[in-house]
């Protein structure tokens, strides 16, 4: 065998005739790259090419600098120098995938010579990617557990064969008060079982020693101090390299809060039966499957409805219709409902007897395990008054804006306060006094006095209506463009719920036609 240190660059060519070279070249395992002294590739195996995913026209005569991360070029830098000085080199080094992402080799690399001088570099790559994706997997798996051994909420104790404590959580201390230095070594039974469950707790074990698992178990742990708390308790077996068990981890959860919650939702569950009670008999309730048919009414619907519940059962809710809504208020109603929405509104309906009753309705959609409506449940108050007394108000309301207007066309209105000062003013105020409302609001009826009655006048009227009673009387005002007119004047106190005047309504009518003639 001619040695490496003789053969040229030339003589490392891939040729067929060459069987040696060939079956030690081309059929290596391991990745083989040839380099001249400047770094470029001379050649490169299969191995090499199918572990980076290159052809060879894309490589061969190519620098190493195009295929090395950014960071890794000094370093490859470094180490190429020193392989043209003739020295041999080992390293690691992330060559760049023909698709992006590295490919981890383990170099060995030694220079070729001829005549003492450097004429290449022969290097075998090793892939080692999956062995060091291995290594970092079982490193960050190692990571995740101590991570989760040390920070989880839940209480984590690691004894061994005979019960003894050899490593606790930090958890620990917060479930039973004990810190680490306190337990270490000490038997877990006796420091965190009440006493009447520790057979219990031993025969728990024994389950995990004869392979079975413990999960899930709830019973009861022991403070420091001796207060007891709630549990779920975890066992599992801690097997050396033979299978056989060599420790055991327990697992406790404190569920004293969960415990107190169920104890709570009985509670809940007492009062939401005793609220379907109270419910049932104040409330008027009906129950329909998906499309509407009725499957239960109760008495109060049966009372107001007027039909019994042999009428009502398998009928829908058109029976009650009372031809008021428009269809598009039941459609609406319907579209709600199929979506899942609870629906509110106020339906009018009519009674077995023809007569027509309000109801404030809430109907409420239940699903079944498939989230599909499987029923409806309508509850519903009787609001007949409430309506009669808006229809009532209303008639009232607009009997009031028929007087208000009438009043506001026909007198000369003004609002003041209880002191005097104008609040409100309508039109006619304005045109007979020839002042704007800027100029009258928060001013008082000086501005319009003319200087014709006396003090007295002014006294009585104001001790009159300051009493609560009417005044009535003839006043003669000034304009703003100091001409005078008569005005025929009612004064009406309006009284808090202490009987004192808050604000006075004054509404006059032009006489000063009929105080000229006189």
């Not at 002294?37 to 026209?57: R, T």
């Not at 309506?387 to 209105?413: C, G, H, M, N, P």
Request: charged share 25%; hydrophobic share 35%; with cysteine.
């Amino acid at each position: 065998m001619i040695p490496l240190a003789l053969i040229s660059l030339d003589h490392l060519r891939l040729n067929e005739s060459e069987t040696f070279y060939q079956l030690l070249f081309e059929n290596n395992p391991d990745a083989i790259f040839i380099f001249d002294p400047n770094g470029n590739f001379h050649s490169i195996n299969p191995s090499a090419l199918s572990s980076i995913g290159y052809k060879q026209e894309e490589i061969i005569g190519k620098s190493y600098k195009r295929f090395v991360f950014k960071e890794n070029l000094e370093k490859m830098a470094e180490n190429f120098k020193r392989m043209a000085q003739g020295e041999s080199v080992s390293y690691e080094f992330s060559f760049r995938h023909k698709n992006g992402f590295p490919i981890q080799f383990n170099m060995i690399n030694f220079p070729i010579t001829v005549e003492e001088k450097v004429v290449g570099i022969y290097s075998i790559a090793k892939d080692v990617s999956s062995e060091k994706k291995t290594e970092e997997d079982l490193r960050t798996t190692k990571e995740q557990l101590e991570s989760f051994f040390k920070n989880t909420t839940d209480c984590i104790v690691v004894v061994n064969l005979e019960g003894h404590i050899i490593r606790v959580n930090d958890a620990f201390e917060k479930f039973f008060g004990w810190k680490r230095q306190e337990v270490l070594g000490e038997d877990l039974s006796s420091l965190v079982i009440p006493e009447h469950l520790v057979s219990q707790y031993q025969t728990l074990h024994q389950v995990v020693n004869f392979g079975g698992q413990v999960s899930g178990y709830e019973t009861v742990g022991k403070r420091r101090g001796g207060a007891q708390f709630d549990v779920n308790l975890s066992i599992s077996a801690i097997n050396d390299a033979n299978g056989d068990v060599m420790a055991r981890a327990i697992t406790f959860r404190d569920i004293s809060e969960r415990k107190r919650q169920e104890n709570k939702l009985k509670v809940v569950l007492k009062e939401l039966a005793d609220i379907k009670l109270a419910l049932d008999e104040s409330s008027i309730v009906a129950i329909t499957d998906y499309k509407g048919v009725i499957t239960y009414v109760n008495d109060k619907f049966c009372q107001i409805s007027k039909y019994s519940q042999e009428d009502l059962i398998g009928k829908t809710h058109r029976i009650i219709n009372s031809g008021y809504h428009s269809k598009s208020f039941f459609q609406d109603m319907w579209e709600t409902i199929s979506e899942g929405e609870v629906w509110e509104g106020e339906i009018k309906n009519k009674a077995k007897d023809g007569s027509f009753y309000w109801v404030k309705t809430t109907i409420v959609p239940f699903f079944d395990e498939e989230e599909n409506i499987h029923q409806y449940v309508s509850i519903r108050t009787d609001i007949t008054a409430r309506k009669q007394a808006e229809e009532e108000l209303t008639s009232a309301l607009k009997e009031l804006a028929d007087i208000k207007y009438a009043l506001d066309e026909s007198s000369i209105v003004a609002v003041t306060d209880a002191n005097g000062v104008i609040t409100n003013v309508n039109q006619k105020f304005c045109d007979i006094s020839q002042y704007t409302r800027e100029e009258l609001i928060g001013k008082t009826h000086k501005l319009i006095n003319s200087g014709y009655h006396a003090k007295e006048f002014f006294e009585e009227m104001w001790n009159t209506i300051q009493s609560g009673a009417i005044w009535h009387g003839d006043i003669k005002n000034r304009a703003k463009d100091q001409t005078f007119y008569w005005v025929k004047t009612t004064i009406v106190p309006f009284l808090n719920e202490e009987g004192k005047p808050y604000q006075y309504v004054a509404i006059r009518s032009d006489i000063t036609k009929y105080k000229d003639s006189e």
